[in-house]
């Protein structure tokens, strides 16, 4: 898996990076990767997904049908592949700073009968974005299907990272606030290929997968040096794959090196998303 297609250099204008970030909170990056560098890791997700079913505490449930499962790297075959991307790095050194620290690698498979989840954000702002107006952690996102209507794709309310939640629930807006992400909403249709990348505070949901078919999507996720997220994971990769990467590679992953990988605690529940809404 090293056969990526590169975009123009003009998709890698940091005013446009940093206006789409700042701005919708939500940017992506069209044909990306080859469909045949997709179906492979839709093959791994499926692989792993199948693995962690069969574990006691391999995937974390949210809501009804839809799963998370954070990863070892080093089990996905183009991890490196989608780490070096020139799109993927431009954005994190646009937005977080030449010193980023990726500290996030797993998936989300939305599976049929999965129901629509409440408008939320990934964990409450930091006083970074909230008092300083900065962003500091982003989350990136490969889907492994052609996404359609039916599948329950991916909604965001476009410039909701800034809404200040303080006085209710900093994760979940409380139903004052739901005429405006409503009015707001844009569904993703991402297709294989695409990457895309986003603030985790931009306020979102997945919608109900009423098709026959599961929805996987590759999670990456990376901080700014004063980013926190690192303490919700448990990035590991052992020591030969570690030093099988260049490194510049190395020096962005916040992971233990480890002579033996350990089982994964999965440990970032969101327990707002566990039940699921109807329609």
Known sequence: MNNPTFPP????????????????????CKGAFSR?????????IAMLFEEALATPGGALARGPSRYYVEIHPERLSGFADIISH???????????????????AGFDVPGPGAMKQPWHRDFPSPEATLVGRRLNSLAFNITTVDVTEEMGPFEIAPGTQWDDLTGGDLMFPGPEWSERYEARAQKKLAQMGDI???SALTIHRG????????????????????GTNADKHDLQVTRGYYESLPQEV???????VVDRLDPIVQGHAIEGLKMGQMG
């Open 86 to 104: 020139p799109w993927v790095v431009a954005v994190c050194r646009a937005v977080l700073g030449p010193d980023y620290k990726v500290v996030e």
């Open 36 to 44: 045949e560098w997709v179906y492979e890791l839709g093959a791994d």
């Open 250 to 256: 190395r020096r962005h992953l916040a992971a233990r």
């Open 9 to 28: 250099d003009s998709k890698y204008e940091v005013a446009s990076i940093m206006g789409g970030l700042y701005g919708d909170g939500f940017i992506a």
């Open 207 to 226: 919608t109900a997968n009423r098709s026959q078919r599961s929805r996987p999507v590759f999670v990456l996720g990376v901080d700014a040096p004063d």
């Open 196 to 198: 895309s990348a986003r």
